[in-house]
């Protein structure tokens, strides 16, 4: 018996693993249920008591011998394999994952509120469905009159058969509930989504995204209007892009015009984005109807404002030269991914 354990200590000693399996394999030949060491143990119950004495000993040490040695080696194997983790080729290249991009529209959107931030109007939001006094009446469209036919409207019919309720055509609403739910000054954006009853082309879309703004206080002119957003064209198309209004119609305001930019696209020169005249129009505004701040309970005779409504679409279209308005819905990555920017 000792002759065993000599034998088994001198290879446990010289036992060296290369990996987990030859360790596995060490593991069962000495110390699993039917290894070497339980052999032993099985020996030693056959010996007599004088033996008894001094092998017991002997053979608890071995087996305490052989279980460290497992431990350690076991220890040491586990180190060695995140060792060898470390060791990868730091320097080869990780997988790609791809990074997602903003929607064009929500870049220019974006950077449409940037502009009128720095100029001190904030952001404010209104509901997308909406009811006839905030989308027609308090601007100033009488109930039967023609204006209304400006713009297709989806109207909502309820369950009592009345339809006084749309999605908003446009995002002057938000001006409506602006100035009912406040006092003056106001100076705003109103970014959002409407829609119209329009059949789907390159040209028109059901829905479309617009960004209003309103700014009423004392003594607002129509020269703050103009310098307003001569500052806005420069900051979004360049230094140099050139403006001119020209008289137009809108019943929430009086006088109202639409605002032309110098092509972005040929500089003035003439193309086919301005139909070779060498302006494009990107907005409508004027001076708030005075009707229109007394139905939203502002005192005409001490207050007046301006205000313009632009689509962020045709804003859009113009910077990017983007021909087809269907492209903004189609979720094309092939397209959406040629807006990719470090801004996430
Ligand atoms: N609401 C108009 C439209 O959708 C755009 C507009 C024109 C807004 C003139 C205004 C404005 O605030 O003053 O066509």
């Given at each position: 018996?000792?002759?065993?354990?000599?034998?088994?200590?001198?290879?446990?000693?010289?036992?060296?693993?290369?990996?987990?399996?030859?360790?596995?394999?060490?593991?069962?030949?000495?110390?699993?249920?039917?290894?070497?060491?339980?052999?032993?143990?099985?020996?030693?119950?056959?010996?007599?008591?004088?033996?008894?004495?001094?092998?017991?000993?002997?053979?608890?040490?071995?087996?305490?011998?052989?279980?460290?040695?497992?431990?350690?080696?076991?220890?040491?194997?586990?180190?060695?394999?995140?060792?060898?983790?470390?060791?990868?080729?730091?320097?080869?290249?990780?997988?790609?994952?791809?990074?997602?991009?903003?929607?064009?529209?929500?870049?220019?959107?974006?950077?449409?509120?940037?502009?009128?931030?720095?100029?001190?109007?904030?952001?404010a939001e209104g509901p997308?469905?909406e009811?006839?006094?905030h989308?027609?009446?308090?601007?100033?469209?009488?109930?039967?009159?023609?204006?209304?036919?400006?713009?297709?409207?989806?109207?909502?019919?309820?369950?009592?058969?009345?339809?006084?309720?749309?999605?908003r055509?446009?995002t002057?609403s938000v001006?409506?509930r602006?100035?009912?739910?406040?006092?003056?000054?106001?100076?705003?954006?109103m970014?959002g989504?409407?829609?119209?009853?329009?059949?789907?082309?390159?040209?028109?879309?059901?829905?479309?995204?617009?960004?209003?703004?309103?700014?009423?206080?004392?003594?607002?002119?129509?020269?703050?209007?103009?310098?307003?957003?001569?500052?806005?064209?420069?900051?979004?198309?360049?230094?140099?892009?050139?403006?001119?209004?020209?008289?137009?119609?809108?019943?929430?305001?009086?006088?109202?015009?639409?605002?032309?930019?110098?092509?972005?696209?040929?500089?003035?020169?003439?193309?086919?984005?301005?139909?070779?005249?060498?302006?494009?129009?990107?907005?409508?505004?004027?001076?708030?109807?005075?009707?229109?701040?007394?139905?939203?309970?502002?005192?005409?005779?001490?207050?007046?404002?301006?205000?313009?409504?632009?689509?962020?679409?045709?804003?859009?279209?113009?910077?990017?030269?983007?021909?087809?308005?269907?492209?903004?819905?189609?979720?094309?990555?092939?397209?959406?991914?040629?807006?990719?920017?470090?801004?996430?």
């Amino acid at each position: 018996m000792q002759e065993k354990i000599d034998q088994y200590t001198a290879e446990i000693n010289a036992f060296s693993p290369a990996n987990a399996d030859e360790l596995e394999v060490f593991r069962i030949k000495f110390l699993g249920t039917k290894g070497l060491i339980k052999d032993l143990f099985e020996e030693f119950k056959a010996v007599g008591p004088e033996e008894k004495r001094v092998f017991g000993k002997v053979l608890n040490q071995f087996k305490q011998m052989a279980e460290a040695k497992y431990a350690e080696l076991k220890d040491g194997l586990d180190s060695g394999l995140k060792a060898q983790d470390l060791s990868l080729d730091l320097t080869l290249p990780g997988d790609g994952f791809e990074v997602g991009s903003r929607h064009p529209l929500s870049l220019v959107r974006n950077e449409i509120i940037d502009i009128f931030k720095r100029l001190g109007f904030v952001v404010a939001e209104g509901p997308e469905i909406e009811d006839d006094w905030h989308n027609f009446s308090a601007l100033n469209f009488p109930q039967e009159h023609p204006a209304r036919d400006m713009q297709d409207t989806f109207f909502i019919r309820k369950g009592d058969g009345s339809d006084d309720i749309a999605l908003r055509t446009h995002t002057s609403s938000v001006q409506v509930r602006m100035m009912e739910n406040g006092k003056p000054p106001f100076r705003a954006i109103m970014p959002g989504r409407v829609y119209r009853n329009e059949a789907i082309s390159a040209r028109a879309h059901c829905f479309f995204h617009q960004v209003e703004g309103l700014y009423v206080d004392e003594n607002v002119s129509f020269s703050d209007l103009k310098q307003t957003l001569f500052h806005f064209v420069q900051e979004l198309y360049g230094e140099g892009t050139k403006v001119r209004f020209r008289p137009s119609y809108f019943p929430f305001t009086e006088p109202s015009a639409e605002m032309d930019i110098s092509c972005t696209i040929c500089k003035g020169d003439g193309c086919n984005m301005c139909k070779y005249t060498g302006w494009v129009e990107i907005l409508g505004c004027g001076m708030v109807d005075p009707n229109v701040l007394e139905n939203c309970g502002i005192d005409s005779k001490k207050y007046t404002g301006f205000a313009f409504g632009m689509g962020i679409e045709r804003i859009t279209n113009l910077k990017y030269v983007i021909r087809d308005l269907r492209l903004f819905s189609e979720n094309d990555v092939r397209f959406l991914k040629q807006f990719q920017t470090d801004i996430i």
